[in-house]
């Protein structure tokens, strides 16, 4: 991101806080527990086989635990097939995410662990760049969300900003960010003959982007970050890889990386 103005001013604070430089870029079902039995006539009877058969209780719980398990493997495997990747609880990284409605999240991530720094003079210089951001934009096209310490011990922080679109995203910063179609992605002058291979099988996309409709999805970032997707990822460019979560990392790739969505 381009907010350099708020991250490298750190070493620049005339309050004397900020001494170092603190870069920031780019910035299902549970089993329910049956009920006791009472000591009713159902609850008795139940209570004699268990006296008769000690190991028949078990043996049923045991069943009834087995189709809770399987139904909950199904559920697993079902959610794990489809939808798009979702960003986790705690950000440690820096992370970019795209809402269906076009809605753009950067998590800027950085070091944060000298005695001196003050998360709450950098969540006002934050907030401050937003403001005059918006008012240049003459809408409310940043906020920043959140500004907070990564509770893991790594001594890091996290600013969290929203974006009304990808146009704002790209203003803000100093990298690019584009989500749209593909006949968009062209307007806008980017190179749809990207070479994209499958995530699934990494084979290599037949007439590339240019090949494609021009409705389908896209979105081209170098922001390097773990990207998350409004939608299923189906082929990625050369140099992003597929992180184990379902959202792509563009840390290792050169230049522009696009993601074409199911």
Known sequence: M???????????SPTGIFEEHAVFRNGVCIGQVP???????????????????????????????????????????????????????VVTVPTVAVS??????????????KSYYNLAELGNMASQEAQDYNS??????????????????????????KFDNWESCSGFGENTLFYGTVKEAAVNGFHTDAAMKSVKDGSV?????QGQSDGDYLLVTDIKADIYCPGKVA???????????????SSEAEGFVYILLE
């Open 136 to 161: 240049a934009a003459g809408k409310e096209a940043v906020t920043v969300e959140k500004t907070e310490s990564v509770e893991d011990g790594s001594g890091k922080v996290v600013v969290c900003y």
């Open 35 to 89: 009920a006791s039995d009472t000591a009713d006539t159902c609850g008795w009877e139940k209570q004699k086989e268990r006296h008769q058969n000690p190991g028949s209780g078990v043996v049923k719980g045991m069943k009834r635990l087995g189709k809770v398990a399987l139904a909950v493997w199904f559920c697993i495997v079902f959610l794990a097939g489809c939808g798009e990747a979702k960003v986790p609880d």
């Open 2 to 12: 381009k907010n350099s103005v708020l991250f490298d001013t750190i070493a620049k």
């Open 235 to 249: 082929y990625i460019s050369e140099g992003a890889v597929v992180n184990g979560d379902g959202s792509i990392s």
């Open 205 to 209: 996309l037949d007439a590339g982007l």
């Open 100 to 113: 269906k409605e076009g809605e753009v999240r950067v998590w800027q991530v950085g070091e944060f662990d």
